[in-house]
């Protein structure tokens, strides 16, 4: 993007989407990169029909080691402490380039994302403590205890709240999950990006010997259409929703 163009989507108010997750293993059928390609191949399609700022996309969340050692399979951990002080400094950053309508996409570790997982953890955490640094440089100590704020619960229940500025998303909701399965480098997850990134996968090379790629011999582009349209549909509603005003904060 061009500083102008920066500038439009500040007006305008356009959604600015983080692709979040992870290198792991994905059995000897998927390319390692599924967590966050999924997302950014789910972000690219939106990109086509709305107004959309697509951040470059972050790989190295806290992958863990549960599912394979990464010796030879690709695998990149990063732990979760690790991971905080950077997204405050990214989201500390996007917030002084003026942006205030900002959503992480996460797939990695989401099927309970209610009670959290590492990565999506500490960028939740890091995207609070941005926005308390940023209000508090701002504004000054007691800038919610003021009298301009007195309003504040008003504001709130009309949208208009500045810890809404970024928000943080599974790639496919409890409702999604309902349509279609989540899973590990199984029938779902093979399926889903046999069509959002064919290159990514091999059937050829999908093997039995772990129990959570067996699914995988169901997998198809076909099946996996269905899962992108239920995780478009959702996600399109999210960012058509309206975005925080952009007028001149109250000092």
């Not at 600015?16 to 998927?30: Q, R, T």
Request: hydrophobic share 45%.
């Amino acid at each position: 993007m061009l500083p102008h163009q920066i500038r439009t989507a500040i007006a305008q108010g356009w959604p600015v989407a983080l692709p979040l997750g992870v290198l792991e293993y994905h059995g000897e059928h998927m390319a390692v990169g599924m967590d966050t390609l999924a997302v950014v191949k789910i972000l690219e399609m939106l990109e086509q029909e709305m107004d959309l700022v697509i951040l470059p996309a972050f790989y190295y969340g806290a992958a863990s080691y549960a599912v394979e050692p990464p010796e030879g399979n690709g695998s990149v951990h990063v732990d979760a402490e690790k991971l905080l002080p950077v997204a405050q400094e990214m989201f500390r950053g996007l917030l002084r380039v003026g942006f205030r309508n900002i959503h992480v996409v996460i797939h990695h570790q989401t099927e309970n994302f209610a009670a959290g997982m590492p990565t999506d953890l500490a960028f939740k955490f890091a995207a609070r403590q941005a926005i308390f640094a940023f209000l508090e440089r701002q504004r000054g100590e007691g800038w919610w205890g003021g009298e301009k704020m007195a309003d504040y619960y008003a504001r709130q229940s009309a949208g208009d709240d500045p810890f809404n500025w970024i928000k943080v998303h599974p790639l496919m909701s409890p409702e999604t999950m309902e349509g279609y399965p989540f899973d590990h480098a199984g029938v779902g997850e093979t399926s889903l990006l046999m069509a959002l990134c064919p290159e990514g996968v091999d059937l050829g090379r999908l093997s039995d010997e772990r129990w959570y790629t067996r699914s995988a011999r169901q997998s198809s582009a076909e099946f996996g259409r269905r899962g992108r349209d239920l995780v478009l549909a959702r996600l399109r509603q999210i960012f058509r929703a309206p975005a925080q005003s952009t007028a001149p904060e109250r000092k």
